[in-house]
């Protein structure tokens, strides 16, 4: 009896594992600001597709479990872990009174400067600096819109901090009645060239272009913030089923270990 079918259940239980951790990412950042959900693709992964059928040899008629003997394995599928994604979808908004507190209401997302370059967040929920700067929460600085591909470092924003700041709902930032800018919101033509790069920033993948295109009427609402996407009580959901299913790949591994044992402890003794 073959007990290659441990490598089945053991690649089971290697994507669940993967799967427990995007969901407990999505779980920790419930309460992150413009915090966009990941999500664990899989797909399967069969040992027949690399062999001739003829190689393989295996039975298409009604067969005993012996008829399996020759396969070497060829019958059995796995489970591949292809990668996450993320979901864009539009999370609630929730209103804060703050005159920097601006959230995206569709598409789009504002330019930030940070030490490895220009990011993109959907987190408006902006400050004002010790030097009198337009920051996020990570003290990096929020971009104003730029003509003739300006230099990130002069589309920052710095108020006097002789009169009250304010952003409209058009993304035009106002240093009391002096308007200073218009935010800088993009969209990006193919979400999928993103990826998370920590603290809520995204960049593009090295393998794609980044094309974005400027937005020129923003939908934003100033006062509100956008909230997490992340539903905890279909992420805990999630959670439980993921678990059922790895302790379920769990006791199918012991089986097969119980098998190798017996065939090598029992079979074979009896065989000597």
């Not at 987190?123 to 003739?148: P, S, W, Y």
């Not at 106002?174 to 999928?192: C, E, H, T, Y």
């Amino acid at each position: 009896m073959s007990t290659k079918g441990i490598f089945t259940a053991l690649s089971g239980a290697l994507a669940q594992t993967t799967k427990i951790d995007t969901i407990a990412n999505n779980i920790a950042n419930v309460n992150t600001t413009g915090f966009k959900k990941d999500q664990q693709t899989f797909s399967e992964y069969l040992t027949a597709f690399e062999k001739e059928p003829e190689v393989i040899g295996i039975p298409r008629t009604p067969a005993s479990i012996g008829d399996f003997y020759d396969t070497n394995g060829g019958d059995k599928s796995y489970v591949d872990a292809s990668g996450t994604y993320t979901n864009f979808e539009q999370g609630s908004l929730k209103s804060t009174g703050g005159k920097l507190d601006v959230a995206i209401d569709g598409q789009g997302f504002f330019e930030v400067n940070t030490p490895s370059g220009v990011r993109l967040t959907r987190a408006g929920n902006f400050t004002v600096d010790g030097d009198g700067q337009l920051v996020t929460k990570d003290g990096h600085a929020v971009l104003l819109e730029g003509e003739n591909l300006a230099a990130p470092e002069e589309r920052t924003v710095r108020f006097s901090g002789k009169a009250s700041v304010s952003i409209s709902d058009g993304g035009e930032v106002f240093d009391g009645d002096q308007r200073l800018g218009k935010l800088s919101l993009v969209n990006v033509k193919n979400p999928d060239s993103l990826q998370k790069v920590g603290n809520n920033y995204y960049g593009f993948k090295s393998n794609m272009a980044p094309e974005i295109t400027s937005i020129a009427v923003p939908s934003l609402k100033q006062g509100f913030i956008e909230t997490s996407n992340v539903n905890i009580v279909n992420e805990m959901t999630e959670m439980i089923l993921a678990q059922r299913v790895f302790e379920g790949t769990q006791k199918a591994i012991h089986a097969y270990d119980s098998m190798a044992d017996k065939m090598i402890n029992v079979v074979g003794s009896v065989k000597g």
